[in-house]
């Protein structure tokens, strides 16, 4: 055991070096962290016993650490940025199945180039000719690279951490070279393509993107199920489709069950753990999963006892040695904590629980279920809340309940599919018949989850303060009576558990009593150079546009959480100027996460439509309730005190940007918005309305050359400008617009510069 526990030490040495490389020291302080931790050594001489070698170990394995870290980062990161902005012929081997997307496809490659250094890579495919590649095959393609390690414009770990270092896009035709598709070193992707095809042709369509990313990882099909995506996000039930420990540790217990718990079921075990997780996609939960389980099943055969904790460790220290970016994952690192959450804390909640109830021998069975997933499910929160609430904005107040409703049958579901897909392959009227029986567990699932995330207390929001200070509050509430309990057994976390209770009331009432009191709040959300406004009074809600550009998150993921963290769930009326995607494309995903009463679209919506996206919103709508109008005429909205006068479309300009304009009013607070229209239609506009009392003017087109005419600073003139603005290829806002806004004495606000901009009417700033 003493040998077991030098492992964990050394790994969490190697693991918190590794940590504290990726978040806390910039890259020039790497080597002198490795060196400073070398030198602990010397003071690890002056000690005795168990505590010179515990100095020792973590001083030796901190060291590798730091250096590791910097020198992977030389010879990936680095080596990698010198190709960035080449243009060249590349050849390359294609490592996962194509992920067709509707504007390209993407491929995941690995260089064989002599010319290129070699690394993993993403090719954005945007002639969309490489739809019939399968892993393993060979190919020569003219690229335009770029650092993987960047987007937009920034620096981030989103690729990195998935072991990618350069981007590919090629509007080219893709040559396939070559094969090395029978290899076995692809044979678990083979398996996952015929997987994918048998569970696309026997589930139904409303069914298939959850199996298919249940059993098989691959979860393209479900992300693009916005509805799904959002109601199993929010209601926290989202892991059961991140392959991670739990799917590995069903795998294993029907493996036992079938073929025994012996030396050489252990054995067999291990190899199809394995394949499981190449053919899953290799995430870091996974591989730490399969990496836990072959030590524990590895344990008996070795004549060693397994220590969970040295297994953890172990596993993602072994994790990090592969890629040390891999710290920057959020699987890795909320799988992490879920799986110490419950080794230290599962079994002492459920103790509790145990002792507490004593039900009937009629429902005892039901009752055991509901405290041990009670129990697992608390355990993960407590170390996974800090987690989630940092990566994603929310914490899920209602997912201990989803899982006891929901829990029993995932492992159900896993089992049953993969046999499903078997007899279908060779029956498959029969295959079909069952995967129809199985269908109606999901959608058990999605009715849960929809029903449960639109409640107002499904999740809380971080942006908010008070939730804020209530989670923080909670924690060391927990943490004092958890110190105090230790010489007081029978003090009661009934205490503790009020207290909390009482904290979150209190933080829902003052969030809905400042909701009910905003007097006028315009807020510009910063979304890159898209284009997304939140207009609120009292309990009423209006938007305008909902798109983003030049960022990774979704424009209606931030809105949503947004007016969430203000205690806001409904939204009156959403207008979208036009359907261009810097303007729409987060609608679709608003509608999901809130109740939105009233869509309003141009009447020519279907031209400017470039991306397809009407159809979605006109199916979103329908599925949500929402009523869809189109302006034809001049129309006003009312929302309280919020006008919303919305002006015809016009036919001047290119018609893929005109649009409908609106002025909102908010008592006496007037704020104009033209979306992407140009000077010819904001000519015509001047000269038909009276724009005289504008306070506030939205730059038309991001600070566009050809919008902000000076026609219409000269009938506005407005107090203050704001340009939503971000990364983009343009140049916007030009120089032109912003001199004329000067030239006019307009006060200038841009999103890129200062973030979210929020404007009360009722102070004027």
């Known amino acids: 055991m003493r040998g077991v526990r030098k492992l964990a030490l050394a790994s969490m040495g190697y693991c918190a070096a590794i940590f504290t490389a990726h978040y806390v020291l910039p890259r020039e302080l790497l080597s002198t962290a490795a060196i400073l931790s070398a030198l602990l050594l010397l003071p690890a001489l002056l000690l005795k016993g168990r505590n010179r070698k515990r100095l020792v170990i973590l001083a030796v394995s901190a060291a590798l650490g730091f250096a590791h870290y910097e020198l992977h980062a030389r010879m990936t990161v680095d080596e990698s940025a010198q190709y960035a902005e080449r243009e060249l012929y590349a050849e390359a081997r294609v490592t996962e199945y194509p992920d067709v997307r509707d504007s390209c496809t993407l491929l995941y490659v690995r260089f064989d180039d002599p010319e290129l250094p070699r690394v993993n890579a993403l090719v954005l495919d945007y002639g969309k000719s490489c739809g019939s590649l399968e892993p393993g095959d060979e190919i020569r393609v003219k690229i335009k690279l770029r650092s993987a390690a960047e987007r937009y414009g920034e620096e981030t770990d989103s690729n990195t951490s998935k072991d990618i270092y350069l981007t590919g896009y090629t509007s080219e035709p893709i040559e396939k070279t070559g094969t090395w598709k029978y290899s076995f070193l692809y044979f678990p992707k083979q398996i996952a393509g015929a997987l994918h095809d048998c569970v696309r042709k026997l589930f139904p369509d409303d069914t298939a993107p959850f199996m298919l990313a249940l059993l098989s990882g691959y979860k393209g099909d479900y992300y693009e199920n916005d509805r799904l995506y959002s109601s199993m996000s929010i209601s926290g039930l989202a892991h059961v489709v991140a392959v991670s420990g739990m799917h590995v540790a069903f795998l294993v217990g029907v493996l036992q069950s079938a073929l025994g718990k012996n030396k050489r079921s252990s054995v067999l075990c291990i190899g199809l753990v394995w394949v499981f997780v190449l053919m899953t996609g290799s995430s870091p939960s996974a591989v730490r999963a399969g990496i836990m389980l072959s030590m524990l099943l590895l344990a008996?055969?070795?004549?060693?006892?397994?220590?969970?904790?040295?297994?953890?460790?172990?596993?993602?220290?072994?994790?990090?040695?592969?890629?040390?970016?891999?710290?920057?994952?959020?699987?890795?690192?909320?799988?992490?904590?879920?799986?110490?959450?419950?080794?230290?804390?599962?079994q002492p909640i459920y103790n509790y629980f145990d002792k507490k109830i004593d039900p009937p021998a009629l429902i005892e069975p039901v009752c055991r279920y509901v405290i041990a997933t009670l129990s697992s499910s608390l355990a993960v929160t407590v170390f996974t809340v800090p987690l989630i609430a940092v990566h994603f904005g929310y914490v899920t107040l209602l997912a201990p309940v989803v899982n006891i409703l929901c829990l029993w049958t995932i492992s159900l579901l896993f089992c049953s599919g993969y046999v499903v897909c078997i007899i279908g392959t060779f029956l498959p009227i029969v295959g079909t018949v069952a995967a129809e029986i199985l269908s109606y567990l999901v959608r058990y699932i999605a009715s849960v989850t929809g029903y449960v995330y639109k409640l107002p207390f499904a999740a809380v929001y971080t942006e908010n303060p008070y939730m804020l200070t209530w989670l923080v509050l909670s924690y060391i509430v927990f943490a004092a009576f958890l110190m105090l309990r230790r010489g007081r057994k029978k003090l009661s976390p009934v205490l503790p558990c009020a207290l909390s209770a009482a904290v979150l009331l209190c933080a829902f009432y003052i969030t809905r009593h400042e909701k009910l009191n905003d007097a006028g709040t315009i807020s510009i959300m910063d979304v890159g150079s898209g284009q997304c406004i939140a207009v609120t009074e009292g309990a009423n809600t209006v938007v305008i546009d909902c798109g983003s550009s030049g960022i990774a998150e979704n424009a209606g993921n931030m809105l949503s959480s947004y007016l969430h963290a203000k205690g806001r769930y409904t939204v009156d009326y959403l207008m979208l100027t036009h359907l261009n995607d810097d303007h729409s494309c987060g609608a679709v995903r608003l509608m999901n996460l809130m109740n939105v009463g009233t869509l309003i679209l141009p009447d020519n919506a279907g031209d400017t439509d470039p991306g397809g996206v009407l159809d979605e919103l006109l199916k979103t709508a329908d599925s949500n309730g929402t009523q869809v109008v189109y302006i034809s005429c001049d129309t006003l909205f009312e929302a309280g005190n919020i006008d919303l006068d919305v002006y015809r479309s016009s036919e001047r300009g290119r018609r893929s940007e005109s649009g409908i304009m609106s002025t909102v009013s908010l008592g006496e607070y007037d704020m104009l918005v033209t979306g992407d229209v140009e000077m010819s239609v904001e000519r015509e506009l001047v000269r038909e309305k009276?724009?005289?009392?504008?306070?506030?003017?939205?730059?038309?087109?991001?600070?566009?050359?050809?919008?902000?005419?000076?026609?219409?600073?000269?009938?506005?003139?407005?107090?203050?400008?704001?340009?939503?603005?971000?990364?983009?290829?343009?140049?916007?806002?030009?120089?032109?617009?912003?001199e004329r806004l000067r030239n006019y004495e307009i006060r200038i606000l841009r999103t890129d510069e200062m973030g979210r901009i929020i404007i009360d009417t009722t102070a004027g700033d």
Do not use: W
Not at 301 to 328: E, H, M, W, Y
Not at 727 to 735: C, K, L, S
């Open 300 to 346: 008996p055969i070795a004549g060693r006892v397994n220590d969970k904790l040295t297994s953890l460790s172990f596993a993602v220290a072994l994790i990090l040695l592969s890629n040390p970016f891999s710290a920057g994952s959020v699987s890795l690192q909320l799988s992490f904590c879920a799986m110490a959450g419950i080794l230290l804390l599962s």
């Open 690 to 738: 009276d724009l005289s009392g504008t306070e506030l003017l939205i730059v038309p087109h991001h600070g566009s050359k050809y919008s902000t005419s000076e026609e219409l600073l000269a009938e506005t003139r407005p107090d203050t400008a704001v340009i939503s603005v971000g990364y983009n290829r343009y140049g916007h806002p030009t120089d032109e617009v912003l």
